[in-house]
């Protein structure tokens, strides 16, 4: 296992569209995925998509627990998701501040979908499909966004509800 570099809003691999992976549970695929958790623990991340680190295929993994960076939130399962798809359910809209590993040390307000059903693959070619909402939904939505080249500040709906996360604190807290 091996802590890979997160590449950096700017680098124009995170604006590129992934491929689909063709291949289940080869050695190369377990080591990614044992790469991906390894980089996002060490980030202290919700979640990871593989072009983040310069793989261009539509892998992501995400969890949530007692994560330093996001105190606030209900736990999200740890998830390997290969190949995904997901639909909207209903209307309502929920609003995160979201942050990214790609965009270090800044937030932005989101508004997306509040419930989606979303399905895909583990890295074993095992079927997943799942209900989420909430701030799991949020995440999904975000890691698929990598596998398209879009980043969370692309869906800003207020530019001005975007700064780093510092002077955020200090303004909630003022
Ligand atoms: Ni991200």
Redesign the pocket.
Known sequence: MAIRPILRMGDPRLRQVSQAVAEFDTPELHELIADMFETMAAAD?A???AP?IGVLQRIMIFSVDDNPRYPDVEAVPTTVLINPQFTVIGQEIDGFW??????PGMRGYVQRPARIRYSGFDQFGKSIEREAEGFHATVFQ??Y??LDGI??VDRLADPRQFGFVEELAAADGA
């Open positions: 991340g979640g990871l998509a983040q979201e942050g990214c590993l790609s965009v975000h890691e966004d990598h980043l969370y």
